[in-house]
């Protein structure tokens, strides 16, 4: 073993290698899980903190690079990676073992939310996540049939810590990802107008109520417009952050401007801003100027395709997914660059903001 290949200069040197997409160094970052000196080849384990990590060769790369700087004797490197889900806990004082908790909202109706809402948990769950998705939108819930699953949920009895037994529902498993939603208990045709303590009760129902088990995501498809969904949620569990839907509408971009005020109000995150059905009639690109503008992140576009929409109604989105699928790598762009803001959340803001505004 040569005497000028030094171990803490390596961690040193790759330590200060900045992460391509957190854009802060990786020691810093706590991503420098080991350096391992053997004779003169160097390992390097570096921590990813999202299993949708998109840029591992970009940093595989320049942490060869700087590890390579420490001394002209190094043989040979090799970077490896172990992934884990970050996440702030978000489950509140309900129990839920949830590590984020994404909602999925817009300003205005019809935009693509639970579309999108739905995709994220497959994309989610394609890059090895455990995912739930959550059906708040009361008014219209739509997951059931994008997913397509249907009917009541088994109740479950389940002990508690302090020596109880207590009911739970068991979310329904749509292919891997585990599906509550209001439509299981009432026919999607009977429109039910839920209000104030009413909607907060049944909301609170199915966060306490449902044995999600342990997830790195739950994504939330919340209802259009009212706050009232995302401030019973954001009293309730943490929130990680909202992925705000819109076209390239300008309406619908107004829209979504409001949403992401009505998020703020109630400490929720603005994650990003996603344009959906990009490339209709109404054009394409208004969306991430938009978001540049607010100074919030773009997190891509999804192309206006026929795929989505039949996918969608033939309960199949999970095969958005399959390979050879046109919604396939726009969708898991979306996914990871979602991943990557939950992430940079955790890390920027290690607590759940506290809601003083009741
Ligand atoms: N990228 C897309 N390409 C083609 N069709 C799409 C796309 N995204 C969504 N759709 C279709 O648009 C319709 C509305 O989508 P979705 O139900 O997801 O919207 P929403 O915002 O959740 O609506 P609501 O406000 O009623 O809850 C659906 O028929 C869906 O299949
Ligand atoms: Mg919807």
Same mark, same amino acid.
């Given at each position: 073993?040569? #005497?000028?290949?030094?171990? /803490? ?11 391509? #997409?957190?854009?802060? $160094?990786?020691? /810093? ?24 990590y998109?840029?591992?060769? &970009?940093?595989? #790369?320049?942490? #060869? ?7 002209? /004797? ?11 889900t &970050? ?9 839920l ?13 019809? +935009? ?22 959550? =059906? ?9 049939? @994008?997913?397509? +699953?249907?009917?009541?949920?088994? *109740? ?9 037994? +207590?009911?739970?529902?068991l979310?329904?498993?749509? %292919?891997? +990802?585990k599906?509550?939603?209001? %439509?299981?208990?009432? $026919? ?10 009413? !909607? ?18 739950? *994504?939330?498809?919340?209802? $259009? ?5 995302? @401030?019973? !949620? ?18 619908? !971009? @107004? ?8 998020? %703020?109000?109630?400490?929720i ?8 059905m ?5 054009? &394409? ?13 773009? !997190?891509?576009?999804? $192309?206006?395709?026929?795929? *989505?929409?039949?996918? %969608?109604?033939?309960?199949q ?5 399959? /390979?050879?699928?046109?919604?396939? =790598?726009?969708l ?11 992430? &940079? ?11 003083? *505004?009741?």
């Amino acid at each position: 073993m040569s #005497e000028s290949i030094s171990r /803490e200069a390596v961690e040193a040197g790759v330590g200060a290698v900045t992460d391509p #997409e957190l854009g802060r $160094p990786l020691q /810093e970052l706590g991503m420098l899980h080991q350096v391992e000196l053997t004779g003169s080849d160097v390992g390097i384990t570096i921590e990813l903190p999202t299993l949708a990590y998109p840029g591992q060769q &970009r940093l595989a #790369e320049a942490a #060869e690079a700087a590890a390579r700087k420490t001394s002209a /004797e190094i043989n040979k490197i090799t970077v490896s990676f172990v992934q884990t889900t &970050r996440g702030k806990q978000s489950g509140g004082d309900i129990g839920l073992r949830v590590k984020n908790i994404i909602a999925v909202g817009s300003g205005k109706g019809g +935009v693509g939310k639970s579309t999108i809402a739905a995709s994220l948990a497959y994309g989610l769950k394609h890059f090895g996540a455990s995912v739930g998705l959550m =059906d708040a939108d009361v008014y219209g819930p739509s997951i059931p049939h @994008l997913v397509g +699953v249907s009917g009541n949920p088994a *109740i479950k009895e389940v002990a508690t810590p302090d020596g109880r037994t +207590v009911e739970r529902m068991l979310p329904k498993d749509a %292919g891997g +990802v585990k599906v509550m939603s209001i %439509g299981f208990m009432v $026919p999607a045709e009977q429109a039910v107008i839920w209000r104030g303590p009413m !909607l907060h009760k049944a909301l609170m129902q199915f966060l306490a109520q449902t044995d999600w088990g342990e997830l790195d995501y739950l *994504i939330v498809d919340m209802p $259009p417009g009212t706050g009232d969904v995302a @401030l019973t !949620l954001s009293q309730a569990v943490g929130i990680a952050g909202a992925v705000v839907v819109c076209t390239p509408q300008q309406v619908a !971009l @107004l829209d979504a401007v409001k949403a992401i005020g009505m998020f %703020g109000q109630v400490k929720i995150p603005v994650l990003g801003m996603v344009e959906n059905m990009s490339g209709d009639i109404f054009g &394409r690109g208004g969306t991430r100027a938009k978001a540049e503008e607010m100074g919030v992140p773009f !997190l891509g576009e999804v $192309p206006a395709i026929a795929d *989505i929409r039949e996918k %969608g109604d033939a309960g199949q989105i999970a095969a958005l997914f399959d /390979e050879g699928c046109a919604a396939r =790598d726009p969708l898991l762009h979306v996914c990871q660059r979602t991943a990557i803001e939950v992430a &940079r959340q955790v890390v920027d803001q290690p607590t759940m903001p506290q809601l003083d *505004i009741l």
